[in-house]
C-alpha cells in the first residue's frame, strides 16, 4: 500500500536547522511531484514547499523563501526539506504530499522552533 514516512522533526533553537525527510513506497515516486505543507495549532494546513517529479523545478512558500531547500533523490523514493534559521513561528507539524495520478498525505513529523 502506499506510504509516506516523514522524519527529522524535532525540538531546535530559534536560528536553528532541521533536515526533514519523507520515504515513499507503493507507487512511482519518479512520476510525482512532491510537496511539504505545515500545520500549526488553531491554523489551516499551509504549502511550504514543492518539487516537480525530476526535481528540475521548485517553488517556496515566502515564509519559507531563503530558509528552506527542498530536494529529492528518485533512486531512494525520499524528498528532503532543509530548513535553516528556523523562528518560533516556524513551529508545526510537517507534512509530505505526493501528487501524480493520484494524491497521497504522510503522517506528518512535528517540528518545535522554542529556546
Known amino acids: 500500500q502506499v506510504q509516506l514516512v516523514e522524519s527529522g522533526g524535532g525540538l531546535v533553537q530559534p536560528g536553528g536547522s532541521l533536515r526533514l525527510s519523507c520515504v515513499a513506497s507503493g507507487f512511482t515516486f519518479s512520476n510525482y511531484a512532491m510537496s511539504w505543507y505545515r500545520q500549526a495549532p488553531g491554523k489551516e494546513r499551509e504549502l511550504v514547499a514543492t518539487?516537480?517529479?525530476?526535481?528540475?523545478?521548485?517553488n517556496y512558500a515566502d515564509s519559507m523563501k531563503g530558509r528552506a531547500t527542498i530536494s529529492r533523490v528518485n533512486a531512494k523514493n525520499t524528498v528532503y526539506l532543509q530548513m535553516n534559521s528556523l523562528k518560533p513561528e516556524d513551529t508545526a507539524v510537517y507534512y509530505c504530499?505526493?501528487?501524480?495520478?493520484?494524491?497521497?498525505w504522510g503522517q506528518g513529523t512535528q517540528v518545535t522552533v522554542s529556546s
Open positions: 518539487i516537480a517529479s525530476t526535481g528540475g523545478s521548485t
Open positions: 504530499r505526493a501528487t501524480g495520478w493520484g494524491a497521497y
